[in-house]
């Protein structure tokens, strides 16, 4: 989810070739941007005030039509995009790493210093919405729940749905869930590498067989068993069958394992729908498949290459944190200067607006919090070397 070094690529390369210089995965950007824009308008639409006159009567439905309200309450697919673009960008970024005790600390370490201080101050900012809501301003928290010290331990240590503390605020859990897989990718990437010989002994790539039998297993058991329990949200094996599609594809187009094991994973999760339906991994298989096509046809460096949508990209990870305290803080707002009843067209007005007010907050964690943090995460790997 955050914007990674590893948008970079070469994706038809053997293996075992020399690495040449890299070109940002431009498609990849966009897409990422679009799916943090979609789970931020999906918050913005979702959690608006019900009316009270009328319990869940939502004053905006008065002014949208009921196929937008539809469409805008199912943009949460972004978060399926997601999940298949880190393990993609992750297969990639491990391509060349050959794994030892020392390096999975400074791989899991660097990833924290990149994740950690723009989350942390996201949830600073929560705090002090909170208390400006409830102690000043009489208006609703932006959480539920009583606040303790656990729990704000729990959510800075990304332990919050672990330790079975209610969250603090809306799509935050997805960065706990991206820790645990940097953690699975990199001690899988490592077994891969000395389960089975490698293609060039001199060279850390992993064979196909190598990573398809850490990771194959593994993928087919989220997908047929802990994907279907609720008890495994907290953890990421009820997510590793999305993280594998992107694996795959990566894998795929780098010609690290044959096109048969892609479009055999296809079929698979394909025919896994057929008999057991569900939108979220109907979303990751679309997600593989249209990474896999715009790579086999060359256009990773071409398509979404629009200024906006890259822009998104770029601050896609700090827009996907603040967006949601920020549109509760102007939601409410909003709400309160128009009597605590607002016409359908103040009200759509206010959510709308919430939208390019998030994207602001959004550009300002980046530039002062994110972006700093990602040039020291750099450091470290340069001086890691």
């Known amino acids: 989810m955050s914007s990674d070094a590893a948008g970079q690529g070469e994706p038809h ?4 070739d020399p690495i040449l210089p890299a070109a940002r995965f431009v498609m990849i950007d966009g897409l990422r941007g679009l799916a943090a824009l979609g789970i931020c308008v999906y918050h913005i639409w979702r959690y608006e005030p019900a009316a009270t006159i009328t319990p869940l009567t939502y004053a905006s439905n008065g002014f949208v039509s009921g196929f937008v309200d539809w469409v805008l ?11 298949v673009i880190s393990g993609f960008v992750i297969a990639f970024t491990l391509r ?3 794994v030892t005790p020392r390096e999975v600390l400074s791989f899991v370490a660097r990833r924290a210093v990149r994740l950690w201080p723009p989350y942390a101050v996201t949830i600073l900012f929560v705090l002090l919405l909170h208390a400006a809501c409830v102690i000043w301003w009489e208006l609703p928290s932006p959480f539920e ?14 332990l919050q749905d672990v330790l079975g503390e209610a969250p603090l605020s809306a799509a935050i859990w997805t960065v706990c869930i991206e820790m645990q897989f940097y953690v699975v990718s990199i001690l899988g990437w490592g077994l891969a590498q000395r389960w ?21 297993p593994l993928a087919l058991a989220s997908l047929l068993v802990w994907n279907r329990q609720d008890s495994t949200e907290p953890w990421v094996i009820h997510f590793l069958n999305s993280f594998f599609l992107g694996m795959v594809t990566w894998w795929t187009l780098d010609r690290t394992v044959s096109s048969r094991v892609f479009m055999a994973t296809v079929v698979v999760v394909a025919g896994h729908l057929v008999l057991q339906w569900k939108l979220e991994n109907a979303i990751a298989l679309t997600a593989a498949l249209m990474i896999y096509v715009v790579g086999r046809t060359g256009h990773f460096h071409d398509w979404l290459n629009w200024r906006w949508i ?8 700090s827009l996907y944190l603040i967006h949601y305290p920020i549109s509760h803080l102007l939601t409410w707002v909003g709400w309160h200067f128009c009597g605590g009843s607002p016409t359908p067209v103040q009200a759509s007005l206010i959510l709308f607006l919430c939208v390019p007010a998030s994207i602001a907050a959004g550009h300002l964690l980046f530039v002062s919090v994110e972006a700093p943090s990602g040039r020291w995460s750099t450091w470290l790997k340069h001086r890691a070397k």
């Open 13 to 16: 390369k053997q293996p075992g």
């Open 73 to 83: 309450l199912r943009s949460w697919v972004g978060v399926q995009f997601l999940l």
């Open 96 to 98: 060349n790493t050959w």
């Open 145 to 158: 729940e009583p606040l303790t010290m656990a729990r704000v331990l729990a959510h800075l240590a990304f």
């Open 196 to 216: 089975v010989a490698r293609p060039d002994s001199n060279q850390p790539r992993a064979s196909g067989r190598g990573v398809l039998l850490v990771f194959a």
């Open 310 to 317: 890259q822009y998104l990209g770029r601050i896609s990870y």
